[in-house]
């Protein structure tokens, strides 16, 4: 049997609140669940309307920084912006020879790559 979706990628975070108020007030994404669970707050986020979700995990203290995520956005001018206003360490947009595209990194140094969509 082949795996036919991604469910979950895992965002080392070190204080969920602030990685929540991140996730949702800038980058625009939903709760998807918000659990207690044995290890800590089992917290994912997801863009509305898609399938994978981030999960905000405190619990993995000695986990390096994801980096290379690539996500998309209809508007990386306001998603700059935003950045911008809230101090996120980002660069551009910039066009490249496949697109336009923003990089950034959340509070905790995790990197992503934005695409125009």
Sequence with gaps: MDISSILTVTVPV??????LAFYTGVLGMEVRTDNPAPMGR??????KGGETALLLASWFPDMAPISGLVVASPGLDELAARLREHGADH????DEPWGRQL???????????VVAA
């Design 91 to 94: 660069e551009g947009p910039t």
């Design 14 to 19: 070190t204080d969920q609140e602030r990685a």
């Design 103 to 113: 990089v950034f990194r959340d509070p905790d140094g995790n990197g992503f790559v």
């Design 42 to 47: 089992w917290l994912t986020v997801a863009p």
